[in-house]
């Protein structure tokens, strides 16, 4: 016979609530031993997250600041693309009117001659 003494429903229940409160209590003197080393690695766990926040934090900074110099670079590329096509157009119009009035000039000196010579051509006619 494996156990002498008699199994009824009474003296099972009681021992299962004894292995119960042994076992609750084996959890509680463990968790009170091990209180000292939790609160470490709990403090250590805090503090590995504060750092990975302060990189993800950096990161985002740099990512920042480095899209802003590329909006700012991009910006002044476009103002000097902007302020060559101005001066390129001011130069197109600048020629154009020098030769607007070039040919006004030429016209009035061919004018001006066509005059003289008939002027001369009457006076030797007179």
């Not at 926040?53 to 590329?77: F, G, P």
């Not at 476009?78 to 154009?96: F, G, P, W």
């Amino acid at each position: 016979m494996k156990n002498s003494r008699s199994n009824d429903l009474s003296d099972r229940l009681g021992a299962s609530a004894q292995a119960k409160a042994a076992l609750l209590q084996a959890h509680r003197s463990a968790k009170e031993a091990a209180e000292p080393t939790r609160t470490e690695r709990q403090a250590e766990r805090l503090a590995v997250a504060a750092a990975r926040d302060e990189r993800r934090a950096d990161r985002e900074r740099q990512k920042i600041a480095e899209r802003t110099r590329l909006e700012v670079e991009a910006a002044e590329h476009q103002a000097a693309i902007n302020a060559a096509a101005k001066a390129e157009i001011d130069a197109r119009k600048a020629a154009e009117e020098g030769r607007i009035s070039r040919v006004i000039e030429d016209e009035a000196a061919r004018k001006a001659e066509r005059d003289r010579r008939y002027a001369n051509r009457k006076a030797r006619q007179a």
